[in-house]
């Protein structure tokens, strides 16, 4: 079984949302150190070792949802205690991280949202990061978690994959019946984060049961600073394949689906779309999300420099923009 430090792995190994992190790469090469030296290629792999700018930290896979097409499945409960979590975030901050994202699993299911608020407010509070930011389902978030932590959160996005409940059962979207609609949930959110000067953004996921959808409407009016929009992926062990907990190939949709899709939308300048080709870049070049060495074990740089990150792929899609609510000049 893995080690459940490697639940820290805040970084590495996987796709950019999904299980670990992504960083951006500021190359700390000095030329000439290596110069007349006998150091192994492991040992120069770490002197080049990157700069963790933007992290994605899964504390826990649980979640109480059940999307069909998930790719971050749970697969233990184990979820690191606050201290340790708050080490390995110093850490990285020493190591130069600007940004944090809080995903999961459901991010606001463990301690019902204290976990998540103690580590938000740590964040802002104690390290100072420009932005913290977290991508939730939604249903678990009380007006209370925006009175006690929401100054320090900066961004709040929402999954949201239709505006059509009956389309929300199909793909499992949902806390099953006699539970709070999501999308009243969605508004309600959307609102408490104008109230309470949070950003708000929209994570939506096309597959097959959404593709024809026409959503620009509920887009324009939710108004989010911004709206990913994600190709469906599939990743081996985690959605797909014999070991997986989730079979997700039927929510799968073409490169031309997609791109009919985004075509559909073009009116909605917020849209950023995230292709399968852009998501695929880190440990999963090869379609799979294979764990790295925990930043608690081996160190940031020693994390980062086996984590097979691609720095131009980060770039290229996006992963540099504006991320502190301070500098967003949103009219609340
Ligand atoms: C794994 S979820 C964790 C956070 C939270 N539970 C949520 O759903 O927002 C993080 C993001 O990954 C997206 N996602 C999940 N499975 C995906 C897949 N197969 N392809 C693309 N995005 C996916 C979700 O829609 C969500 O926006
Ligand atoms: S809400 Fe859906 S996408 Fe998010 S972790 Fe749970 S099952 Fe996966």
């Known amino acids: 079984m893995a080690s459940p430090k490697l639940l820290l792995q805040l970084c590495i190994s996987s796709l950019h949302h999904i ?22 290629l492991e040992e120069r792999k770490v002197q080049n070792a990157t700069t963790p700018t933007s992290v994605n930290y899964h504390f826990t896979r649980k979640c109480n949802y059940k999307c069909g097409f998930c790719f971050h499945t749970a697969k233990t409960s184990f979820v690191l205690p606050l201290e340790e979590a708050k080490r390995g975030l110093r850490l990285l901050k020493e190591a130069g991280m600007e940004k944090i994202n809080f995903s ?10 204290d976990f998540l608020g103690r580590l938000v407010q740590y964040c802002k509070q104690d ?26 959160l900066d961004i709040l996005a929402i999954s949201c994959d239709s505006f059509d409940e009956a ?55 939710l108004n989010p600073v911004r709206w990913k929009v994600f190709q469906c992926l599939l990743i081996d062990g985690e959605n797909a394949g014999e ?82 609510k301070a500098d967003m000049k949103l009219d609340w």
Not at 19 to 40: C, M
Not at 104 to 113: S, W
Request: aromatic residues 12%; glycine residues 8%; proline residues 3%.
């Open 19 to 40: 299980t670990a992190s992504v960083f951006s790469l500021v190359w700390r090469w000095t030329p000439g150190a290596f110069k007349g030296t006998d150091r192994t």
């Open 104 to 113: 999961g699993g459901e991010p606001f299911l463990h301690d019902k949202g």
């Open 127 to 152: 390290l100072q990061l420009p932005s913290v930011s977290i991508i939730s389902n939604g249903s678990m978030i009380k007006e209370k978690w925006f009175q006690t932590y929401g100054e320090h």
């Open 167 to 221: 389309t929300n059962q199909l793909i499992g979207r949902t806390q099953g019946s006699g539970r709070k609609s999501h999308l009243d949930n969605l508004y309600r959110i959307r609102s408490w984060c104008q109230q309470y000067k949070v950003a708000f953004k929209i994570n939506s996921v096309i597959n097959t049961f959404n593709v024809d959808e026409d959503m620009t409407e509920h887009i324009v009016e």
């Open 243 to 324: 070991v997986a907990l989730r079979e997700a190939e039927r929510f799968v949709i073409s490169d031309q689906q997609f791109q009919e899709f985004l075509d559909a939308h073009s009116s909605v300048s917020c849209l950023v779309p995230e292709s399968n080709e852009k998501m695929r870049f880190l440990d999963c070049r090869e379609g799979r999300k294979d764990p790295s060495k925990s930043i608690l074990d081996v160190g940031v740089k020693n994390a980062i420099c086996f984590s097979g990150f691609d720095e131009k792929m980060f770039l290229e899609r996006g992963g540099k923009y504006v991320w502190s």
